[in-house]
């Protein structure tokens, strides 16, 4: 547990992508209190939160390792971190139509 939690203190303290969605999570935290989620929407949002972070994780330890493994630029180290890159993005994408589904019609 403790190797765990340093690793997540060392990503949201050294990855620029983490701290624009610990942001993110801020404010949805609070539009969360401020519109009353329901127990559903909390449990979308807060899953959608934990897998787009999960995932950015994964992300970031594929780009070290890729990284530590060839620093030289390489079409194959290449490929696979627009792989990992692409994966975050998908699950951004669908955490983003989560968000939309959940607050869209509270705002309207």
Avoid: C
């Amino acid at each position: 547990m403790g190797f765990a939690l340093r690793g997540a203190l060392l990503l949201i303290r050294t990855e620029a992508s983490i701290k624009v969605q610990v942001g993110i999570t801020v404010l949805v935290t609070i539009a969360g209190f401020y519109y009353s989620l329901s127990a559903t929407e909390w449990i979308l949002q807060i899953f959608a939160i934990g897998l787009v972070m999960g995932i950015e994780g994964m992300n970031t330890a594929v780009e070290k390792i890729a990284d530590y493994i060839q620093p030289e630029f390489d079409k194959k180290i290449g490929f696979i971190k627009d792989i990992s890159a692409g994966a975050v993005m998908l699950v951004s994408i669908a955490a983003s139509i989560i968000g939309v589904i959940i607050y869209l019609p509270k705002i309207f």
